[in-house]
């Protein structure tokens, strides 16, 4: 049985509302049965006024929502034109979240979406001109990749964010160092170098000083002392010394220095070993004041608020900053080199630059801090009844793991950055910060122990320099004291080299009888104990047959 009408109803919350009928014969009309013979209809007017949410008979407006216009990354917001009817086809990350938000309101919300170009459908101009358009009342929202900044926040009113962000520095990475001949100095910075060079030599210079007057092995030409000292300081770095120090300030010096040798030792080892081993890759620059301080150019997102954080906040010159729209101008500009017209870093967000380095991985690092900043949210007038609502609907689109990893997925792909890039990072050689604690508490001790024993040496020898002439100069009297400075000190016990024990004894001379082999026995034991030393056997032999033959006189022949 075919129906012969149909009821128009208006729903209103949870009740409904006849404004009309539609038949076949009459189409729309008010009322179902009516006096008279009427033409077919289609019109709405033929129908009652709805109630529309609110409870107001007006029809309300679509929303007005402006969207950006992108050459680049259009994964996030990417607007097209339909060659049929010119009408604009908006796709892309932010879309998807925008719709998954107003399903989550708890009431229909109609919008339309109006692209923010000219006349010639390019850009008609930057994110912060296109949020300017909701104060102008020519827009009732935006929806796009717009990053929420407090001087924005003085004019429209954002959501709660749907996407972390923040501001990094992109670089170009070195190539791998391992097949480098001079790897061996990478390790440790120039400035590490040097002072470790100069540590050793300076520590040389000090033991010198404290064993110059008591160890023989530290006296000499010159050129030997030269040799021995260098020696001994550098010989510490392999704990090959074998010459043995005689001065407690000496021995002091050395613990603290070989200690600090150690340390140093084992660091260059471990950082050469890591080197030799792991393939790393190196970014060209880690520092904003490196670059900043040599000039370099450097890019940034076009259209973008991270000019003025650039300018601002970082204190670039503007003539130093190129803007760049694409990922593939990224990579022309970064590749270059600065020599060659490109730039040293690039700007962006965290959302852009992960994209980036996704198609890039193996070229480019994120390096240096982040700038934090709020993250990418809806915009709407100040006051807007709408922004509760929003909000709401985004935390829960956000907190749906599975909604946004779909999401994610369809706009990305499945890879959205670089897997384990950190682990791939390291810094340059070891610096001279890392080690500067130790460096100034050896040298705390070296000039200490130095000072101790030169202020030593003055109080003894200087009285002695007092009684010269009064009128020679003063330098004439430091000459004279660095003279008896160079001098051995015959009070120090020197350390002797391993040599014979047994010491010559003198013939003995005869006065008088001759004594007995008895008496001769104990006056060669008296001596030789007298002595301290101790005599073998066959010496005391050989002494006791000499002073027998002293005691025998030759024949007496007669004339």
């Not at 409870?55 to 929502?65: A, G, H, V």
């Not at 340059?428 to 122990?449: D, E």
Request: aromatic residues 12%.
């Amino acid at each position: 049985m075919v129906p012969s009408a149909f009821e128009i109803i208006n729903v209103i919350g949870k009740a409904e509302r006849v404004i009309g009928y539609w038949t076949p014969e009459r189409g729309l009309s008010r009322n179902l049965y009516s006096k008279g013979k009427a033409a077919y209809s289609t019109s709405k007017n033929k129908l009652k006024e709805p109630i529309w949410p609110g409870d107001t008979t007006q029809q309300p407006k679509r929303l007005r929502i402006g969207v950006p216009l992108k050459t680049g990354f259009n994964e996030f917001i990417k607007v097209e034109w339909n060659p049929e009817g010119d009408i604009p086809i908006v796709s892309g990350f932010t879309l998807d979240v925008f719709l998954s938000v107003v399903e989550a309101l708890p009431f229909p919300l109609p919008y339309e979406f109006i692209p923010f170009v000219n006349k010639t459908k390019q850009s008609a101009g930057t994110y912060n001109e296109l949020l300017y358009q909701i104060k102008l009342k020519r827009f009732d929202a935006v929806v796009g990749d717009v990053t929420i900044i407090a001087n924005r926040s003085s004019y429209v009113d954002f959501t709660l964010p749907y996407s972390e962000s923040g501001i990094t520095m992109v670089v170009l990475t070195k190539r791998d160092e391992r097949d480098n001949m001079w790897i061996f100095l990478k390790p440790l910075s120039l400035e590490l170098w040097l002072t470790t060079g100069i540590a050793f030599i300076f520590t040389g210079l000090v033991v010198w000083v404290l064993e110059h007057r008591e160890n023989k092995v530290f006296r000499g030409k010159p050129v030997q002392q030269l040799g021995t000292t260098l020696w001994f300081s550098f010989s510490t770095l392999f704990l090959a010394h074998r010459e043995k120090v005689v001065n407690n300030w000496t021995r002091f010096v050395l613990i603290i220095w070989i200690f600090m040798v150690l340390i140093i030792s084992q660091s260059y080892t471990a950082s050469l070993a890591s080197m030799l081993t792991v393939k790393r890759l190196q970014p060209t620059f880690v520092d904003v004041k490196e670059i900043r301080k040599n000039g370099y150019f450097v890019g940034h997102q076009k259209n973008s608020f991270v000019k003025d954080f650039l300018l601002k906040d970082l204190n670039f010159n503007a003539n130093m900053l190129k803007a760049y729209d694409t990922p593939e101008e990224y990579n022309d500009a970064l590749s270059i080199g600065i020599r060659n017209g490109g730039v040293a870093a690039i700007f962006a967000e965290i959302p852009y630059v992960k994209l980036f380095l996704a198609k890039h991985c193996n070229k480019f690092q994120m390096v240096g801090p982040t700038y934090k900043t709020d993250g990418f949210g809806f915009a709407f007038p100040l006051q807007s009844p709408l922004v509760p609502y929003v909000s709401r609907a985004i935390l829960k689109v956000t907190q749906d793991k599975d909604k946004m990893d779909e999401i994610e997925r369809r706009n990305f792909g499945r890879e959205t950055t670089c897997l384990d890039q950190a682990s791939m990072v390291t810094s340059g050689g070891l610096s001279l910060p890392s080690f500067g604690g130790l460096f100034i508490i050896t040298g705390v001790a070296s000039i200490s122990a130095l000072l101790i024993y030169v202020t030593k040496f003055l109080y003894i020898h200087w009285p002695s320099s007092n009684t010269m002439d009064q009128e020679r100069p003063f330098y004439m009297r430091i000459l004279e004291l660095a003279k008896h400075f160079d001098k051995e000190d015959p009070s120090a016990h020197h350390l002797n080299r391993a040599g014979p024990r047994v010491h010559p004894v003198p013939s003995v001379e005869i006065v008088g009888a001759s004594p007995s082999i008895d008496d001769a026995h104990g006056h060669s034991r008296t001596s030789i104990e007298g002595s301290g030393d101790i005599i073998g056997d066959q010496d005391l032999n050989n002494h006791t047959l000499g002073s027998r033959a002293a005691n025998i006189e030759p024949p007496h022949t007669p004339d």
